[in-house]
């Protein structure tokens, strides 16, 4: 059995793209992101296969910044019985184009894609003439099992987890497959023959390794796509000595890493497991910057103490709103004193915080976007990054916005959550919520004290010049 899994190229009009382990894939102007995301369902499901004796090939062309045909011909002689490739809303039509590419290439593969869009709309991907199979929900052990069918010559259509179209033309469903329960029982994912120098988070030393501690996230936010699509089901966490076993190993096998970045959902939940994993760092005598995703709650200060005795240095938190009210419309569930608390806590210990926010959400006012502002100038904040609202197919808030008739756009390669607004809300039109998008990156990014503090979040002269090109579009933005 022969199966290739790939992360597409994704290059158009100048800009460059991110998909796969991204949750808001997007394209953007060449130079201006440093942020290089790790596929990690793409690298764990080439794992699980391998493991299991399957000949793979793994290839994340955006990372290594190869071109389609590159990529396709380096499919093409691996000559695979299957083909696995991530897929986004964002990306989707571009995806598909590929995918055709590849099949003249490749007639007698079989392709199947996966993503949390053709996760809820399969029909998207399974109506062109290359895609053969949408895998819903996680893809190792469905990507594992159907090579296995194809290999047998047995009906796939009895593998868990497939969507495919029957022989009238409609969708045909196999039985659901269950989320993986015992995380710690998976392969580690495939980082040999990756371009693990090119993966980037803004404010880590380079190179960084991305890693997950969990998956899924217990918490009801109604905008989050992961948990309402591709990754639904129970919140699933590795044991502390697990993660830090995996650590060890990257450390080992990949010796010159300078930093890790946790990029879970939600990393810091269950205390007991968090000092186990304490535990096992100094155990290990492991001491290296590492940052996360986390909540604002959850937090005391014996336990971020202990964390920042094993080297972590920044936390990556979503805030969304500094307004009570669109925080409850969203069911984010987050108490805004409680996170400013965490905050100067966080700070007074030495740790950077990144605050995310979007713009857009259910009940959003102009009065409440100026909340937002008015927030996150009161709370120590190193970096800050602003997304517009999407309401991407799957989650509650697309129900809702459809419903409403709040959707101004179903052109999904404008999902990006950075360049278009593509829904709006009772108080404010998709071109207000624009402006006040740009409104609160100038109000923010241009104050002395953000500029002060982002620039020490800087680690490399790739991120500063990031920083700097996207500072000039601002000002240029705003003298149009």
Known sequence: MRTAFVNLPWEQDGRTGIRAGCRFPNLTVKKTNSYVPFPFLVAYAAAYSESRGVDVLCIDGIAERASLNSVLARIRSFSPDLVVAETSATSLKHDLGALEQLRELLPKSVIAVYGPHTDVRPMDALLGSAVSFVIKGEPEQTAYELAGALARRKDPRFVPGLICLDEAGGMAQTAPR???ENLDELPYPKRDGMPMHNYSVPGFPSPVTFMYGSRGCPFKCNFCLWPQTNLKGAYRSRSGENIAAEMAWVLERFPDTKSF??????F???RTRILAFADEMNRRKLRIPWGMNARADNWDRELMERLVETGLFT???GIESGDPEVLARTHKDIDLEQARRTLEMSHSL????????IVGLPGETPGSVENTIRYIKSVPA???QFSVAV???GT???TLASKNGFILTEDFSKYNGFDHVVTRTEAMTGDEIARAVARARRKVYFSPRFIKRRLGYVRDLHDLGAIARKAWRLVAQRAA
């Open 178 to 180: 269950k989320p993986i």
């Open 382 to 384: 190193d970096s800050v």
């Open 391 to 393: 309401p991407f197919p």
């Open 261 to 266: 970045f946790f990029d879970d959902d939600t």
């Open 315 to 317: 936390l990556r938190i």
């Open 268 to 270: 810091n939940l269950g």
């Open 396 to 398: 509650e808030f697309h």
């Open 350 to 357: 030495g740790i950077r915080n990144h605050l995310s926010f």
